[in-house]
């Protein structure tokens, strides 16, 4: 049993952490990875209890999209076509998109397992997931599509200037399987054909990977949850963000699982203090977690 721990896992910019690790070090090949992310203890609005198993992630693919107008002084707000409400209404379009909707087989499995036909209407599968718990209802849009987030704004460099070029930096995730092609697709949908722009990628699709259900670990996650909390019943599911098991499974074909047993710590509290001040676990948790 070899236990990692590594650098660079939100950043990924360095040549540290688990890409440099593994290039490095091949002698650290597995059959089998457990990492972050699955998990959660969630009872549902049925009664019944059920452990998130996460056995892959979306995919980053970032975008950088840049309204075109033409520059001028700010005094004369009437000169030029100032870039920046054009991008502020592009904006809009993009936070307004709703991207289409597709089951990867993962999440088909989550649904399914979940006691919810998936092959109904993707909306009424998205509306009867969400009544069973809040966790879901907060997820099961992202699991379903591409996510567009707009998030980073650059404008003009000069308060006294009205630039002509405006730009948004957007964070999307595409499903395991969807390429960039399909996020152009998207994208454009979204910010029409009225105000000229143009769409950067700023680097590959990363991530997007998957494991396979019923392996060895599979089975012997499900019966030390069994022997932990009896009746509880795993479903498997897909991380909205990215973890550091998509580089492992890349590099060697790992089945890797994101799966730390919180018994003890409020879903709130989790959800809430990820990425957030106070972030923590229950200390019985730490225990619970490493038996």
């Known amino acids: 049993l070899l236990l990692i721990s590594q650098a660079d896992e939100e950043d990924g910019m360095e040549e540290v952490g688990m890409p440099w690790l ?6 650290l090949k597995c059959d089998y990875a457990i990492d972050e992310g699955g998990g959660m203890r969630i009872e549902l609005v049925d009664g019944r209890v059920v452990y998130t198993l996460q056995v892959g992630e979306k995919a980053t693919l970032p975008a950088t999209i840049t309204a075109l107008g033409e520059a001028g002084h700010a ?12 991008l502020a209404t592009l904006i809009q379009r993009l936070a307004a998109h709703r991207t289409r909707q597709r089951l990867v087989p993962a999440i088909r499995e989550m649904i399914a397992s979940l006691g919810i036909d998936p092959d109904q209407d993707l909306d009424v599968v998205a509306a009867q997931v969400s009544a069973l718990h809040p966790m879901f209802g907060a997820e099961i849009d992202a699991l379903l599509g591409i996510t567009i987030a707009p998030t980073l704004l650059t404008g003009s460099s000069a308060r006294n200037v009205l630039p002509g070029r405006a730009s948004v930096g957007v964070d999307c995730r595409i499903l395991p399987g969807d390429t960039e092609a399909d996020l152009g697709r998207e994208l454009r949908e979204a910010l029409g054909t009225d105000i000229p722009y143009e769409i950067a990628y700023d680097q590959a699709i990363n991530g997007g990977t998957e494991s396979a259900l019923g392996t060895p670990l599979h089975e012997a996650i499900s019966a030390a949850l069994e022997a932990h909390d009896p009746g509880a019943i795993i479903v498997p599911s897909l991380s909205t ?5 998509a580089y492992i499974r890349q590099a060697f074909g790992t089945i890797a699982y994101g799966f730390w047993p919180l018994t003890y710590t409020p879903i709130d509290v989790y959800e809430g203090g990820m990425h957030n001040k106070d972030e ?7 225990g619970v977690a490493t038996e």
């Open 75 to 86: 005094s004369v707000p009437t000169l030029g076509r100032n870039a920046v409400p054009l």
């Open 241 to 245: 963000g990215f973890t550091d098991a």
């Open 22 to 27: 593994l290039k490095e070090r091949p002698d």
């Open 280 to 286: 923590r676990i229950h200390r019985d948790d730490l």
